[in-house]
């Protein structure tokens, strides 16, 4: 077990490393910053060794049991304390091993990576002591998040690691396509906290029911051991609360807009913090609390039937996206939704395996992504092709987590997405049978899109890169650059390595069907406490067989070229224009919503309302003030004998009033 | 019944600090502290342990055995006599370590500034503890007359001596007015105890309480007693109409001394008052309730408009002065009604103001020296040009407008919930209001500081040959900014302090 003080330097290490960076290398000399990398990699690292203690020391047990510490009390003896501290279990243990370990792999791959962007951007380093004091901040935010005791603290580092996301996204402040990402992904998401907490307030009004149990309302083993009491009408709107900030958070339909364009920031941010693990702090936020939405049947059932729908919708616009990170961001989209179809059909052990899984093996495809960027210098893949030539440790690295995700035999994708299958297959709510299908569709196409991905990037004759790009469409601080035909550096391929070990190995060996030498089998659900998932025969056989014929179909497009789409006239057409477009959600949020109901209807009455109104009352009372106290200041002409004749004059006032009260 | 030495442990405090005033004075003849300034006034600051650690004694003294009554009950020391000469010492330690620097240009009579500023610590410390009405006027001549040679100590410049002038006839006004209150006050009841212990005859409440009532307060002489303690007091404490000299002494007189004024010599007249009025007229307490709550309106509303049109730092923290006294009636009117919840409401403002008032004056005396002025636009750019000075000061405004995290917002909150407590809804409508049209002027300053940009013609030569801040007057900032911040985000030792002596009141 580990001591209290380790599990608070949890979060204490990162955050560390983080100021050092920001308060203490980044204002110094510019000898030092290069030294940020590795603050920034000690920090993580060092986070990472005592979650795998916490882990080890969580086995077999619950809880740790720290008690809360009191912050602050309202009201006097009897009134409410707030607590804050650290709830280690299985879950936040597990959670804090993958937030840190893929922390700390994707902060080595960055010494690589953003020392070739800084020395290109400025011929300097300057952003460089700044990027990993943003990631350590960000990673220390997160575990805070992942290891808070009560639903305000969690609050509190889940808008932390919001801001950070919000600076990492908009890295690049200076181009206008980076700082726009950032606000879409700060407003968008914003949208799903203020759900988040109308359900913490939600269940802060029935404190009342709190307290007859002699429990704390904010204190997450407070709701979980209430929950059964509530009745499910309250826990039905906490849980949907709860949700709506959840799904901002993990990018769900209707609020996953912001996912796509958050792509603007560095790939190894894209790969840390939008594919494996802030977009998945919904997907935990719902399991923590899964006490809490097991009461209720219409809560679980919108779960289930947002994430399916999303699954399927974001895979569908991954279909025909020509960006390898927006293919991939799509593909977050369209895995984080089929964790919350696990979650919604009562499988929140399924639903964390899949995170784990999802945050190796999608980790690993936008290092990739990262990888073949810093040679061909476009993002563009029809600008692409036949990379796999000079690049073939990269290559290998995509295949490897292409695979995986597309869950193909035996790669850990193929593991934790036929948990999820099987999960919704033997489920038993109203959803179920609906999002089983939504889920096995979703596995079609998201092999056809890895294939498509794999082959246009690394198959076929190469396409110029960077090059070949029209200079209008390039991004501007990218018009420089050429290409290099070469492999990345061994500082940028060792971290990919590492992660497609986890790729291939994660799945049957955390969870595996039976005991693999010191394993046990099933360890990963048993840790969690939760049953050993059922697994059958033909759910496999089926999600297998869709997924090789995504796989054939792509082949037969992008490989082979034996069929094309376009043959298919004008319904083709018309498809391609709607998924390129995203079905106009983002231009329906923007054009209708923001543009002519928000600005042109709401604000601009509201600015009416200020300018006449508010403004009106606040000038009268402003001239009111300084004209009344010019007037009261001339009483105080600095004569003693009228201040001693106000003196006098004001007792004798006072004595009349009352004089004259009887 | 002569004096015991049990006597002169309950007033060991006071008699430290005077002996500590005699010992900075005469300490100053010896060589060595002719040639180094310094040592005199570590000497005053490091002497202070003297009375805090007396203090100390008899708050454990208090705590276990209750109230003390020393000198045939002339002196009673109980927590809330503790609190506040806590709080006086404190402010006095604070303004000595600010103003050495300050204090240079009185060369060489810098040591009797702070032994004038010692003796007059005392004066307000006996102030605090006093039992009867002889010497609460005692106490309280000890506390002024060294602040009025104060005033007047930068004998050179006409300002100075106009503020120890006014100071001292107004001052004697109002002496005037509060003796002949007493006089009506023994008249009615006969007696000068405002508190007693048991068995040592009657106090001023119960010889009333045998009388019969008839008009306000119970009694013609018992009202004209109140009202004319009220005009007496409410010169010390700066409410409307008795305020009229506070802005010109804060900024005619050297800026340590309107520092001293606006805290420890606040605080200790408050908590006369909150002792006179919740003991001697306990039994009329709804009549001066009613009376403190309409002069608490006056007061912040003409205090924060007048403010609005300062242009002087040293005044506008004058007229800051006065609105504050207002917010602090508006404890006093809810301690009217019973309960320590509106006496510990004032005590703990009064040391959440002490930490904003002394950083603001700390700040403003050392940024006038900097910037060569005392006007608000002399500050334009001191953000840039002195980061240090213009943050705390920019901190203690913060906190005198009563935005959060500070102690200004923790005091006001206490305050107004007292007021709410009390049914004095409307006051603290009115002080809410009132923090408002306060944020105009106090962030005025701040957008002077830190938005604008310093007046191109170059700063005056003396600016940059001024010598550089002392160490200790840096040590100053940084405490009591840091107290205001700290105050703000942990108030509960210093408000279960204030409660515990609020409660001694209560009896």
């Known amino acids: 077990m580990l001591p209290e003080a380790a599990a608070w330097l949890i979060i204490g290490l990162p955050l560390l490393a983080g100021l050092i960076c920001i308060g203490a290398l980044r204002p110094w000399r510019r000898g030092l910053w290069p030294l940020a990398g590795y603050v920034g990699v000690a920090g993580t690292a060092g986070a990472f060794a005592l979650s795998l203690a916490a882990v080890n020391g969580a086995m077999g047990q619950g809880d740790a049991g720290y008690e809360p510490h009191r912050w602050f009390a309202v009201g006097g003896r009897d009134g409410f304390a707030m607590t804050v501290g650290v709830l280690l279990d299985p879950l936040s243990a597990i959670m804090a091993a993958v937030v840190s370990g893929v922390s700390a792999v994707v902060q080595v791959f960055s010494l690589g990576y953003m020392k070739k962007e800084s020395d290109a951007e400025n011929g300097a380093w300057s952003d460089y002591p700044r990027y990993f004091a943003y990631m350590s901040l960000f990673t220390a935010a997160m575990l805070g998040l992942v290891l808070a005791y009560n639903l305000i603290q969690l609050f509190v580092f889940w808008e932390l690691v919001g801001l950070f996301s919000y600076l990492l996204i908009g890295f690049w402040h200076h181009r206008p396509a980076a700082a726009a990402a950032a606000k879409k992904a700060f407003i968008v998401t914003r949208i799903g906290d203020f759900g988040f907490l109308l359900g913490i307030l939600y269940l802060f009004l029935h404190r009342g029911e709190f307290a007859a149990l002699g429990l704390n309302p904010f204190e997450i083993p407070a709701i979980l051991e209430a929950a059964p009491m509530l009745g499910a009408g309250v826990a039905t709107w906490a849980a949907l609360g709860l949700f709506a900030g959840a799904a901002g958070k993990s990018a769900q339909f209707p609020l996953h807009t912001w996912l796509p364009d958050a792509m603007e920031g560095p790939t190894p941010v894209s790969s840390l913090i939008h594919a494996a693990t802030m977009v998945a702090a919904g997907v935990f936020l719902v399991a923590r609390l899964f006490g809490l939405f097991e009461q209720s049947a219409a809560a679980m059932d919108t779960v289930a039937l947002i994430g399916g729908f999303t699954a399927v919708f974001a895979a569908a616009m991954g279909l025909a996206a020509n960006d390898i990170k927006r293919v991939l961001a799509f593909s977050t989209v369209s895995q984080l939704g089929y964790m919350f179809l696990a979650l919604g059909v009562g499988a929140p052990g399924v639903a964390m395996f899949h995170l784990f899984n999802h945050a190796f093996f999608k980790c690993l495809l936008f290092l990739s992504a990262g990888s073949v960027h810093h040679s061909v210098h476009t993002f563009d893949m029809r600008y692409m092709g036949g990379v796999r030539k000079w690049m073939p440790a990269t290559y290998l690295a995509a295949l490897v987590g292409g695979l995986s995700l597309a869950g193909i035999f035996p790669l850990s994708g193929f593991w934790s997405k036929d948990e999820i299958l099987g999960a919704a297959w033997g489920g038993e709510s109203a959803a179920a049978p609906v999002v089983f299908w939504l889920a096995l569709a979703a596995a079609f196409m998201t092999a056809f899109y890895v294939f498509r991905l794999i082959l246009m990037t690394f198959h076929g004759e190469f396409r110029g890169g960077v090059d070949a790009v029209p200079y209008e469409e390039r991004i501007p601080d990218e018009a420089h650059h050429h290409v290099h035909r070469r492999e990345s550096p061994l500082v940028m391929t060792l971290p990919m390595i590492l992660l497609a070990v986890f790729a291939i190995g994660s799945g049957f060996a955390a969870n595996s069907l039976v005991a693999l030498g010191p394993i046990p089998a099933h360890w990963f659900s048993h840790f969690l406490h939760e049953d050993a998932p059922d697994f059958s025969i033909g759910v496999a056989g089926a999600s297998t067989a869709v997924a090789l014929a995504g796989a054939a179909l792509a082949a037969l497009a992008y490989g082979t070229r034996t069929i094309s789409f376009d043959r298919f006239g004008a319904p083709w057409r018309f498809g391609g224009r709607l998924l390129a477009q995203r079905f106009y959600l983002d231009a329906l949020y923007e054009d209708l919503i923001v543009r002519r109901v928000l600005h042109r209807g709401l604000f601009l009455a509201s600015d009416w309302f200020d300018r006449r109104i508010v403004d009106g009352v606040a000038d009268l009372a402003g001239w009111f003030g300084r004209n009344g106290g010019r007037a009261a200041a001339q009483l105080q002409t600095g004569q003693v004998q009228v201040y001693g004749a106000a003196v006098s004059m004001g007792a004798a006032v006072i004595l009349i009033f009352y004089l004259l009260q009887r | ?507």
């Open chain 2, 1 to 507: 019944m002569g004096i015991t030495g049990r006597d002169i442990f309950l007033i060991a405090p006071e008699l430290a600090l005077a002996a500590l005033a005699a010992a900075v004075v005469l300490l100053d003849l010896a060589p060595a502290f002719r040639r180094n300034e310094r040592l005199g006034q570590a000497a005053a600051i490091g002497g202070l342990i003297v009375p805090v650690a007396f203090g100390a004694a008899l708050w454990v003294d208090v705590h276990a055995n209750g109230a003390q009554y020393g000198f045939n009950g002339a002196l009673v020391v109980d927590k809330f006599a503790l609190y506040v000469k806590f709080l006086v010492a404190a402010a006095a330690g604070l303004t000595l370590l600010a103003s050495g620097g300050y204090a240079r240009r009185f060369r060489p009579y810098q040591a009797e500034f702070a032994g004038l500023l010692l003796f007059s610590a005392s004066g307000l410390m006996l102030l605090a503890a006093a039992a009867d009405l002889i010497t609460i006027y005692v106490a309280l001549e000890l506390a002024t007359l060294p602040v009025v040679a104060m005033a007047a100590f930068a004998k050179t410049r006409a300002e100075s001596l106009e503020a120890g002038v006014k100071y001292l006839l107004l001052s004697a006004a109002s002496s005037a007015f509060l003796l002949y209150g007493f006089a009506f006050l023994y008249g009615a009841s006969g007696t000068m105890q405002v508190v007693a212990p048991e068995g040592g005859g009657p106090t001023i409440a119960q010889a009333l309480a045998q009388s019969g009532g008839g008009a306000p307060f119970g009694g013609f002489a018992v009202m004209a007693a109140a009202i004319l303690a009220v005009a007496g007091f409410g010169f010390k404490l700066s409410i409307v109409p008795f305020h009229m000299w506070t802005p010109d002494v804060y900024e005619g007189a050297p800026t340590p001394v309107g520092a001293f004024l606006a805290t420890a010599s606040k605080a200790a007249a408050f908590a006369v008052v909150l002792r006179v009025f919740m003991e001697a007229f306990g039994g009329a307490s709804a009549d001066w309730g009613g009376l403190f709550a309409a002069l608490a309106a006056v007061t912040m509303t003409l205090g924060n408009l007048v403010a609005i049109a300062q242009r002087n730092v040293k005044r506008l923290l004058g007229y800051s002065a006065v609105a504050h006294a207002g917010y602090l009636l508006i404890g006093v009117a809810a301690a009217s009604q019973g309960g320590a919840l509106g006496a510990s409401s004032v005590l703990f403002y009064l040391g959440a103001y002490a930490a904003m008032t002394l950083a603001a004056f700390f700040a403003a005396m050392t940024l006038a020296e900097r910037v060569g002025g005392e006007r608000i636009e002399d500050l334009a750019g001191a953000g840039r040009r002195f980061p240090f000075p213009a943050l705390v000061l920019a901190v203690a405004l913060i906190g005198l407008t009563g935005i959060p995290p500070t102690a200004g917002f923790m005091g006001k909150l206490f305050l107004f919930n007292a007021a709410v407590n009390a049914g004095l809804v409307w006051l603290a409508v009115v002080g809410a209001v009132n923090s408002a049209v306060s944020a105009y002027y106090y962030v005025g300053v701040i957008r002077t500081m830190h938005l604008r940009d310093a007046p191109d013609v170059p700063p005056s030569p003396d600016a940059d040959a001024a010598p550089r801040t002392p160490l200790a007057a840096k040590t100053a900032l940084g405490v009591t900014a840091l107290a205001v911040v700290a105050l703000g985000f942990w108030p509960g030792g210093l408000l279960a302090a204030a409660r515990a002596a609020a409660e001694s009141l209560l009896r």
